[in-house]
């Protein structure tokens, strides 16, 4: 599937920061994009998390990368959800562990 160079840029950066990087859902099979899915397994570690006195997070390097995207203004959050900047296509990233 031939994509928008800004997002090709936002799919080459989740490619780069997994150790796997899958395309699924309906841009894998050809259909009529509504939203874009991958599935990513990437490296993660563990931090204090800074809502929770007593807890730790994982956090992945594809969690970091779209924190990254989203701050060069690439992608758009709205509370939990992430949009393609300038659209209401959301891009859904699966984190999986190998």
């Known amino acids: 599937m031939k994509w928008k160079p800004e ?3 936002v799919l080459d950066a989740l490619k780069a920061a997994s150790r796997k990087f899958e395309l699924v859902g309906e841009a894998r099979r050809g259909e009529h ?4 899915e991958v599935v990513c397994v990437s490296e993660q570690r563990t931090v204090k998390d800074p809502d929770d006195l ?8 594809v969690d ?4 990254k995207q989203v701050n060069a ?5 709205s509370g939990p959800k992430v949009y393609l900047a300038g659209t209401y296509v959301p891009l859904v990233v699966h984190n999986a562990t190998s």
Request: proline share 0%; hydrophobic share 40%; aromatic share 4%.
């Open 73 to 77: 203004g690439r992608l758009t959050r």
């Open 64 to 67: 970091d990368e779209v924190d």
């Open 54 to 61: 007593f807890a730790d997070k994982v956090v992945s390097s």
């Open 7 to 9: 997002v090709q840029a």
């Open 33 to 36: 994009v509504t939203r874009v």
